[in-house]
């Protein structure tokens, strides 16, 4: 067993609004962005993006399959954190690293995914069923109700036809 666990305060977390009253701009995303040129920013996230180990990184996450979108959101997300640039100009900059990205997928012939795709397999009826349960009590009653209704008139009329009975006599 970890003992560490068990040394662990579930109630250490911020008290909301603590943001308000902590020292301000401890953080590098409260501080002003280092660049705001959107041309900068591109050509300081195109120079890494040529360093070796992430090239052959970039390179193999594409060729797994990892969509553009993905790593470049990544990239965005580390460059905000350490205050590089703000949200805008990354997203300033993201259509002319995705046609970088593309082009180096090209050269090493990957067929790349560009955007993120989700399955999106429709509802099921039992899933349905969980979540007007869940959400509208009532209605899933009437719902129910009427489906054990149309059952039960199913199997009278099954009982009532029998198996002698022509098909065309009912």
Do not use: C, H
Not at 14 to 41: M, R
């Amino acid at each position: 067993m970890k003992l560490e666990l068990l040394n662990n305060d579930p109630f250490s977390s911020p008290t909301p609004g603590q943001s308000f009253s902590d020292v301000p701009q401890q953080w590098q995303w409260e501080q002003p962005a280092q660049i705001v040129n959107p041309t900068e920013a591109f050509e300081k996230v195109y120079e890494s993006l040529q360093d070796p180990i992430v090239s052959e990184t970039t390179i193999k996450l594409m060729y797994i399959g990892v969509s553009i979108e993905t790593i470049l959101n990544g990239v965005m997300l580390k460059m905000f954190g350490e205050g590089v640039f703000s949200p805008d100009v990354a997203e300033l900059i993201k259509p002319f690293l995705t046609r970088y990205l593309l082009k180096v997928a090209n050269d090493n012939g990957i067929d790349v995914n560009i955007v993120n795709k989700f399955a999106k397999p429709p509802i099921s009826d039992e899933d349905t069923l969980t979540l007007l349960k869940k959400f509208r009590p009532k209605e899933y009653t009437k719902v129910f109700n009427e489906i054990n209704e149309k059952q039960n008139n199913t199997k009278q009329d099954e009982q009532i036809q029998g198996f002698m009975t022509p098909r065309g006599e009912e």
